[in-house]
């Protein structure tokens, strides 16, 4: 199993600003990855994180808005950039130690755009 | 289309009542079944994998079956503390995960 460590817990922020959430798993994995998820809805992945190279992005979503670094096999960054109301959601950490395996989560980023 | 599908979306149960959700999927491949609780404002917590087709996993008053098209979370004599939503997702040969939207449980003392 992997305990994944997610900050801030939640945060309000004007629109038009950006902000970035920090993903820390306490063990090395495999593959990372971020989702979101909008109140009382099930997960919708937004990208995987891949190390040493560009994150793989889900149809809808694109770098310029949700940058994601993945610097090393314990740690990953999301952005989300030019924040509107929309982007309003809780996003969610994600790890998987091997092929076909079982997710673990982060506790998640209350996001609320103002 | 959709890959996986709950039911029912929402169930409520009196304290001992036992009852089963329901997740079928249509992915091709299929690599394996998972089955989380989430709690509000927490993220998923792993309960079980399912691999292949007449496998059952338990924990506690929860019991996962696996059949080539559908899954089942059985609950046993629930407790309040079980109220929570419940989501299955499944993995194909691609590695991709999908999530169905959820079975949430309301556990009435």
């Known amino acids: 199993s992997a305990v994944i460590s997610q900050k801030p817990s939640r945060d309000i922020c004007q629109r038009g600003t950006s902000l970035t959430i920090q993903c820390q798993v306490d063990?090395?994995?495999?593959?990372m990855f971020w989702y979101r998820q909008q109140p009382g809805q099930s997960l919708t992945l937004i990208a995987t994180?891949?190390?040493?190279?560009?994150?793989?992005?889900e149809s809808g979503f694109v770098i310029d808005k949700f940058p994601i670094s993945r610097p090393n096999l314990t740690f990953s960054t999301l952005t989300v950039s030019n924040m509107s109301p929309e982007d309003s959601s809780i996003y969610l950490c994600?790890?998987?130690?091997?092929?076909?395996?079982?997710?673990?989560f982060g506790q998640g980023t209350r996001l609320t755009v103002v | 289309e959709d890959q996986v599908t709950q039911s029912p979306e929402a169930l409520r149960l009196q304290e001992g009542e036992s009852s089963s959700l329901n997740c079928s999927y249509t992915?091709?491949?299929?690599?394996?079944l998972f089955w989380y609780r989430q709690d509000p404002g927490k993220g998923p917590e792993f309960l079980f994998t399912?691999?292949?087709a007449g496998e059952e996993k338990e924990k506690e008053r929860l019991k996962a079956t696996l059949t080539k098209k559908e899954s089942f979370l059985h609950i046993t004599a629930p407790k309040p503390e079980d109220s929570a939503t419940y989501l299955c997702?499944?993995?194909?040969?691609?590695?991709?995960?999908?999530f169905g939207s959820g079975t949430k449980l309301n556990v009435k003392p």
């Open positions: 994600s790890a998987r130690t091997g092929l076909h395996t079982e997710a673990f």
């Open positions: 992915v091709s491949g299929l690599r394996g």
């Open positions: 997702a499944v993995t194909d040969n691609f590695n991709k995960f999908y």
């Open positions: 399912l691999y292949s």
């Open positions: 063990s090395q994995v495999t593959m």
């Open positions: 994180a891949n190390q040493g190279s560009e994150a793989t992005y």
